[in-house]
């Protein structure tokens, strides 16, 4: 009997060390993926170096940490509990058996529920968007408002709130991770001189990074004079670009459209006026005129 006490008090111990070792491994792991998470920012063009990607990568690697270490804990002491069990003489067969068929009866009706959390830790892992960020999920598009292992809330333009399972996201596109681009596109008439355009364009785009409050706050990258995008029967369409900081992107876009607009109507330079023609009318139906 007190050789099997030892024995019990033995695995025990050897539970205790083998779920201290293995929290420490799982920190080192979140450490590692907080650290690659900074790379991929620092290495990101133009991207502006806030507090606010620290804390998040930081909250990523705790909450990835914590997850990971509650798993360990409760796998290890599980199987020190059934080797406990079979030190004290426990038939455990029928256990063994009765939670194969529960897991089994389990597994069928939860199904969902795994390949939801299980999408949710990948979404976790893998930075691909967190509580702020404005994504694309597919079946909505919004602001992350929450993020679980078993589903993701945004909220839309709308202002409604989706609630949509992990593992019903075949693909995101996040439009606020690490920095973003304004897409300036202005048509001018066939008529224009397209050289002095552009120049207005691109001094208007440089003065407003010049204010002090939109390059501090939103502009994150040089200005990027894309010249002539494309030619068609409704004018010649103009490009500029520009990196911002994260979700900045619509209200630099917003702003720029009505300075450029106020600078072409200073310089006399006209907007495209193409109107679709109308489609002809269908011919009229019955017997042609005798």
């Not at 529920?113 to 919004?142: H, K, N, S």
Request: charge should be neutral; aromatic fraction near 4%.
């Amino acid at each position: 009997m007190l050789i099997g006490g030892g024995r019990m008090v033995l695995i025990i111990v050897l539970a205790w060390i083998l779920n201290r070792l293995a929290r420490r491994a799982i920190t080192r792991l979140a450490t590692r993926v907080r650290r690659a998470a900074d790379d991929v920012i620092l290495r990101a063009p133009g991207v502006l170096h806030r507090g606010d990607n620290a804390q998040r990568s930081e909250a990523r690697a705790s909450t990835l940490s914590s997850m990971l270490r509650s798993i360990a804990t409760v796998v290890i002491f599980a199987t020190a509990l059934l080797m406990i069990l079979g030190e004290l003489r426990v038939s455990l067969g029928p256990l063994v058996a009765g939670a194969g068929i529960a897991s089994i009866a389990v597994g069928f009706g939860a199904q969902s529920i795994v390949r939801d959390v299980l999408a949710g830790m990948f979404v976790l892992l893998e930075d691909q968007y967190g509580v702020g960020d404005i994504i694309d999920a597919g079946p909505a598009t919004g602001t992350v408002e929450h993020v679980s292992l078993r589903s993701t809330s945004l909220r839309d333009l709308a202002g409604t709130v989706w609630h949509i399972p992990n593992g019903a996201i075949v693909r995101v596109g996040n439009k606020s991770q690490n920095w973003a681009r304004a897409v300036i596109d202005v048509v001018v008439a066939h008529d224009t001189d397209i050289r002095s355009a552009r120049a207005v364009m691109k001094a208007t785009a440089d003065f407003l990074a010049t204010e002090q409050d939109w390059a501090e706050q939103r502009l994150a990258g040089e200005i990027n004079d894309q010249g002539v995008q494309a030619v068609g029967p409704e004018g010649i369409t103009l490009r500029l670009v520009i990196d911002t900081e994260p979700a900045s992107q619509w209200i630099v876009e917003r702003e720029l459209r009505q300075r450029i607009k106020e600078a072409f109507d200073a310089e006399g330079i006209r907007l495209s006026t193409f109107v679709m023609a109308p489609a002809p009318a269908p011919p009229a139906e019955g017997p042609p005129p005798a």
